[in-house]
T-cell receptor, first 115, second 117 residues
Framework: AQTVTQSQPEMSVQEAETVTLSCTYD???????LFWYKQPPSRQMILVIR??????QNATENRFSVNFQKAAKSFSLKISDSQLGDAAMYFC????????????FGTGTRLTIIP | GAVVSQHPSWVICKSGTSVKIECRSL??????MFWYRQFPKQSLMLMAT?????????EQGVEKDKFLINHASLTLSTLTVTSAHPEDSSFYIC?????????????FGPGTRLTVL
């Protein structure tokens, strides 16, 4: 079974600084997707960024970027120019391609932004 | 992105009663919906996969007779917590996958907070 590990239960960063959240996963598959979801205090899950495993290029979405290391099974999220609205729980998630649509979530990292 | 609604957003009930939670897709038809449970300060745990027109598929350890799922139409799935007890108090979230969308993105509802007294 696939597992997703987030080893940082809590992180904090100064406003406008950069922070990196870690995620590792375990799978024997070669085709899959990885996601970072944000869950603010409202509890609404919001997709931050996605990465297809077959793509070597790291995904970027404005201030958010990932460092995808397929061989190391690592998928970290970098948030640049941190803003107060970035404060939330961040979940890393894995989705196997073709036939299995179930997301496997990590345990989450609570990110605090220090004004 | 897709719009997913859940109703109610929060509910308080007495122990032993049943509670129904609705999950609606507002802008496209979803053949598959997912139900998650999230305890405070914990991650989302998949409870079951809801398939339109067929029986739901439950994850290991989830009691199908206690958590009844009905996916009666392509826009509505319901989760009924039967004979609720205080340990069923949790945050319940549904999600759906948009057919044909790249990267198999799931869209999440806003969640329902259930408190059983």
């Amino acid at each position: 079974a696939q597992t997703v590990t987030q080893s940082q239960p809590e992180m904090s960063v100064q406003e406008a600084e950069t922070v990196t959240l870690s995620c590792t996963y375990d799978t024997s598959e070669s085709d899959y997707y990885l996601f970072w979801y944000k869950q603010p205090p409202s509890r609404q899950m919001i997709l931050v960024i996605r990465q297809e495993a077959y793509k070597q290029q790291n995904a970027t979405e404005n201030r958010f970027s990932v460092n995808f290391q397929k061989a190391a099974k690592s998928f970290s999220l970098k948030i640049s120019d941190s803003q107060l609205g970035d404060a939330a729980m961040y979940f890393c998630a894995y989705l196997q391609d073709f036939g299995n649509e179930k997301l496997t979530f990590g345990t989450g990292t609570r990110l605090t932004i220090i004004p | 992105g897709a719009v997913v609604s859940q109703h109610p957003s929060w509910v308080i009930c007495k122990s032993g009663t049943s509670v129904k939670i609705e999950c609606r897709s507002l802008d496209f038809q979803a053949t598959t919906m997912f139900w998650y449970r999230q305890f405070p300060k914990q991650s989302l745990m998949l409870m079951a996969t809801s398939n339109e027109g067929s029986k739901a598929t439950y994850e290991q350890g989830v009691e199908k007779d206690k958590f009844l799922i009905n996916h009666a139409s392509l826009t509505l799935s319901t989760l009924t917590v039967t004979s609720a007890h205080p340990e069923d108090s949790s945050f319940y979230i549904c999600s759906l996958q948009r057919p044909g969308l790249a990267a198999n993105e799931q869209f999440f509802g806003p969640g329902t907070r259930l408190t059983v007294l």
